[in-house]
């Protein structure tokens, strides 16, 4: 079953299943404001990404440059600087360990690509389709290792720990999913499992890193902790919305994708329920083909458009957004606590 509070989402465009395009830049633009308190620290990140990495081959350097020199929103190490702000964090490691928040996601994805043969990533091209498969598992591995370096350097083994569990629970993940590409009998359960083992526990990690540097209660790392689990299982609910709802251009995100890739999501599994039982054979029968023609994708686009899988998929998100809010309230109803939740809200994409 679906977990989360029975807080419901306003009707929208993206509910019944589609988005416009103003619609989706209005709400990119939104998220770009609830980033602003943050902004000066993500731009003095940057430039720190690359010269913290310690890379001495040419092929290795220009990986790094590209996976790293200016791309995507940076919602991991946001967290952490907005949980930094929370528990009044500001010591030597502030920078270090928001790039270790960085440099887990990249060299997740740069293995991801290699593993689901992904040529294109944020609108250009993937390391893997470049420079080979070879050379972008080896900078995945050169990043986690540095990663490690800098996790090691805080002195804290709860750091350590924590972060190495993220990793290792993120490939298990990776692993799981790839158990079940293709399997339309996916339980609603492993896919919730595949979820918090490869987008949660990093975002609870980052959440959670600044409470233990700072050395403040075990009451406000769990609760950081729990926040980021929560936000992480919106955070993947709803991009596994967008891809039967969302808009290529604005999210950079290639729709209409999941499926043929025999990544079996939400949309698709309420579907088993939901559709009638000739409607799901022809689904069924769908994921188990080598190539999905574009008419084949928009019939089960209108399926999903029919019984609003997409938009129950949002509503999940926005459920477990909620269950993130309410790990918030355990803090003071002040600045630094507002900023979070204004960003939460705001990865959900909303519509008031």
């Known amino acids: 079953m679906i977990t989360g509070s029975t807080t419901k989402i306003n009707q929208s465009p993206m509910a019944t299943g589609t988005i416009s395009s103003g619609i989706a830049l209005d709400q990119k633009r939104l998220i770009d404001e609830a980033l602003l308190p943050v902004a000066g620290e993500l731009e003095g990140l940057g430039p720190e990404l690359l010269r913290l990495l310690e890379c001495n081959t040419v092929s290795g ?3 790094l440059n590209h996976v790293l020199a200016g791309g995507g929103k940076r919602i991991r190490p946001a967290l952490y600087f907005f949980a930094s702000r929370m528990v009044g964090y500001g010591g030597a490691h502030l920078i270090p360990m928001a790039a270790v928040c960085e440099y887990v996601h990249t060299a997740s994805l740069l293995h991801d690509d290699v593993i689901d043969s992904s040529a294109i990533r944020r609108g250009k091209p ?3 389709s470049i420079w080979g498969d070879e050379a972008a598992v080896l900078v995945g591995d050169l990043i986690y290792a540095r990663a490690s370096e800098l996790m090691a350097e805080t002195g804290s083994l709860q750091i350590v720990s924590m972060f190495a569990r993220a990793i290792r629970l993120m490939s298990d993940g990776e692993l799981l999913q790839l158990e ?6 996916m339980s609603e359960e492993v896919y919730l499992k595949i979820i918090e083992q490869k987008t949660a526990v990093l975002l609870a990690a980052a959440c959670k890193a600044p409470a233990v540097l700072a050395g403040v209660s075990l009451a406000d790392c769990e609760a950081l902790s729990e926040f980021g689990r929560c936000l992480g299982f919106a955070f993947q609910l709803l991009d596994d919305a967008l891809d039967y709802a969302g808009t290529e251009s604005v999210f950079g995100k290639k729709t209409l994708s999941d499926l043929p890739e025999g990544k079996i999501t939400l949309p698709i599994i ?3 329920s939901l559709a009638t039982p000739a409607e799901w054979g022809f689904v069924e029968g769908l994921i188990h083909e080598e190539r999905v023609s574009e008419a084949s994708m928009s019939r089960v686009l209108a399926l ?4 609003d899988t997409a938009g ?5 998100a926005s ?5 993130a809010l309410v790990a918030l309230a355990h803090f003071p109803n002040n600045s630094a606590r507002h900023d979070l939740e204004n960003l939460a809200n705001r990865l959900l994409v909303r519509f008031s």
């Open 270 to 272: 309420l579907l088993k």
């Open 180 to 185: 079940h590409l293709y399997n339309p009998v």
């Open 312 to 316: 129950k998929t949002l509503e999940a």
């Open 126 to 128: 993937t390391p893997n």
């Open 61 to 63: 350097n220009h990986i």
């Open 319 to 323: 459920n477990w957004t909620d269950r």
């Open 304 to 307: 999903v458009e029919t019984y």
